[in-house]
């Protein structure tokens, strides 16, 4: 089932690659002087979208911000273009909101899993490449799952937006909501520095852990720092992600509830 | 299938675009909905598509309430007034796509539809480059290829030349055979008024009259 997915959504498949290529390739410039010496760093570095420290780095967060346009642009967009284009042959066909719900889910799912599997394949090639590996399989998996499940929520309220809104504006709040959460951190980060645990209860903001502990190497003169998560704050973030995630299909299923868009006009 | 609708209204900006219409269908004949344009043809249409809210009444299909038991009525074909595709998608690659949903039918079955309109199912020239006439065919292959058991068609012959129509007549008489139910909302009802078992006239989205063919 996989393979057929795959098979047929090729195209698509092909953005994603491209969309880690460019990411991957803008993280390693901007990173370059530093890698890591184990597996969850290098990860956190890479893939796991922008640091603490670096909120406070108007480059950084338009670096974020590009590779945040081009994920949406290339996998939700596309997914609710296809969709919005030819709305009312496919949703009849559907016959029940729920199912083509499902559709998107399962289309979420499969995008998301892929783009996971691309990214941890770069991050142990490069890590074997530069550095004897020292893995921490458990908490690699930790971080593992709950950036997965940033992507999909992600994925789902941007959807929400595209599919509510026209896709153009849509686009713009994803981009708007995404942001957000980095340029509070940078805020509370450069005002309230002793305030830095707040960080860790803005919604939207479970998917980079690294300032949990403290920092083992700088950056531009900035502390970066990475480490896994003690159990009981990976579950506090693993609740409030499951939460957020419920919002976002909930807020999905209501703009595919709405039937007086479908068609637009009512001239006649 | 029987489609009964009880006593519907919908308002729109203060308009009354539905007005307490009460309707029934069945398998086996085809329904014309006549009027001029802003009559409540296509809205009717849409109502019984699923595709718009009912502010009061209720449509019942098979038993089961629209927007209640289900979203859309199952096993409907359906044609809205502007044709859309993938543009960037041949006919055959459009076709294929929405089969995919509902997984019934197989390839030979979209080849045997798009050449039942007059289309090449070997046209490798994009919906982008079809002309308005080319585009109301496809719309037509869409809404039969699965052979449904409702046809919904709003103003199909929009577009088509008259070997087109007469190719349309074909077809609806063959669907109709086949025991579909067909509900065909057009302003040019002159051209295929032979087709219809039925014709129902709306005005301000009220059922004027109803007349029944011989």
Do not use: W
């Not at chain 1, 009312?88 to 909101?97: D, G, L, M, S, W």
């Not at chain 1, 991050?123 to 940033?150: A, D, Y």
């Not at chain 2, 398998?27 to 409540?40: A, E, P, V």
């Not at chain 2, 409702?150 to 190719?167: G, H």
């Amino acid at each position: 089932m996989f393979y057929k997915f795959m098979a047929k959504n090729k195209k698509i498949l092909i953005k994603i690659l491209f969309l880690i290529a460019v990411s991957f390739t803008l993280k390693y410039v901007t990173h370059r002087g530093f890698i890591a010496n184990e597996l969850l760093g290098t990860y956190q570095i890479y893939m796991g979208g922008i640091f603490l420290e670096e909120s406070a780095s108007m480059l950084q967060i338009i670096l974020f911000l590009m590779i945040s346009a081009l994920f949406i642009y290339l996998i939700p967009y596309e997914i609710i273009r296809e969709i919005k284009e030819n709305e009312i042959y496919i949703r009849y066909r559907f016959e029940k909101n729920t199912k083509l719900l499902f559709f998107i889910s399962i289309k979420n799912i499969f995008y998301c899993l892929f783009y996971q599997f691309i990214n941890v394949i770069i991050v142990i090639l490069i890590t074997f490449q530069f550095n004897p590996m020292q893995i921490i399989g458990g908490e690699f998996i930790k971080l593992l799952i709950t950036s997965t499940i940033q992507l999909l929520i992600i994925l789902f309220i941007s959807e929400f937006f595209l599919y509510h809104l026209k896709l153009e504006i849509g686009m713009v709040f994803s981009l708007l909501l995404i942001v957000a959460p980095v340029i509070i951190s940078g805020v509370i980060l450069d005002n309230f520095p002793s305030n830095i645990e707040l960080c860790k209860f803005i919604p939207l903001n479970h998917g980079n852990y690294n300032y949990y502990y403290p920092s083992v190497y700088t950056l531009y003169d900035i502390p970066v720092t990475y480490s896994a998560l003690p159990d009981y704050k990976y579950i506090f973030s693993l609740i409030s992600q499951v939460i957020e995630l419920i919002i976002s299909i909930s807020g999905l299923m209501y703009a595919i509830n709405r039937k007086d868009l479908i068609g637009g006009n009512y001239e006649n | 299938m029987k489609i009964n609708i009880n006593d519907i209204s919908r308002e729109i900006k203060s308009n009354m675009i539905l007005n307490n219409i009460t309707l029934e269908f069945e398998s086996g004949k085809i329904y014309g909905l006549c009027g001029h344009n802003g009559s409540g043809k296509t809205m009717l249409l849409r109502a019984i598509a699923g595709l718009i809210q009912i502010d009061k009444g209720e449509i019942v299909i098979d038993h089961q309430t629209l927007h209640q038991d289900i979203d859309y009525p199952p096993e409907m074909g359906l044609i809205i007034e502007t044709p859309t595709f993938f543009k960037y998608y041949t006919g055959m690659e459009n076709l294929l796509y929405l089969a995919e949903i509902r997984d019934k039918i197989s390839k030979p079955d979209v080849l045997e539809a798009l050449k039942r309109v007059g289309l090449d199912p070997n046209d490798k020239r994009t919906v982008a480059k079809y002309s308005l006439g080319m585009k109301q065919r496809l719309a037509i292959a869409q809404a039969i290829m699965e052979k449904p058991q409702l046809i919904l068609l709003d103003e199909p012959t929009n577009a088509l030349d008259q070997d087109a129509i007469l190719q349309f007549k074909k077809i609806m008489t063959v669907e109709k055979m086949r025991n579909a139910c067909i509900i065909i909302a057009t302003h040019n009802y002159q051209d295929i008024d032979e087709l219809f078992d039925e014709k129902i006239y709306l005005n301000s989205g009220k059922v004027e009259r109803v007349e029944k063919n011989d």
